[in-house]
Nanobody, 119 residues
Framework: QVYLVESGGGLVQPGGSLRLSCKAP???????????IEWYRQAPEKERELVAS???????EYADFVKGRFTISRNNSRKTVNLQMNNLEPEDTAVYYC??????????WGQGTQVTVSS
């Protein structure tokens, strides 16, 4: 199995910030620019939900519940996508996953990073 690698999760107080990073596997380094990268999250006993996405031309989209608080960005030279999360709320507590997909190239997932927002 080939995975993306997420990092940057942790415990933060409400109102705090975290920056998640998603690193592509070497097998897609040469074609990384073609991939749409998405961040999902899954809270306990809830379904996985899309948080934000960034396309190959850096068009971004956000779920309504993170608009104005989260920012997704990509660095094609470093093969990474970041998710800057500000003004975090307890409801943001979840395991965050990144996913990479491209036409005719399949989809890759990471194994997740835990974000806990608690005082």
């Amino acid at each position: 199995q080939v995975y993306l690698v997420e990092s940057g999760g942790g415990l933060v107080q409400p109102g705090g910030s975290l920056r998640l990073s998603c690193k592509a596997p070497r097998s897609i380094f040469s074609t990384f620019v073609m991939y749409t990268i998405e961040w999902y999250r899954q809270a306990p006993e809830k379904e996985r939900e899309l948080v934000a996405s960034i396309t190959s031309d850096s068009t971004t989209e956000y779920a309504d519940f993170v608009k104005g608080r989260f920012t997704i960005s990509r660095n094609n030279s470093r093969k990474t996508v970041n998710l800057q999360m500000n003004n975090l709320e307890p409801e943001d507590t979840a395991v965050y996953y990144c996913s990479a997909s491209a036409p005719s190239r399949g989809r890759y997932w990471g194994q997740g990073t835990q974000v806990t927002v608690s005082s």
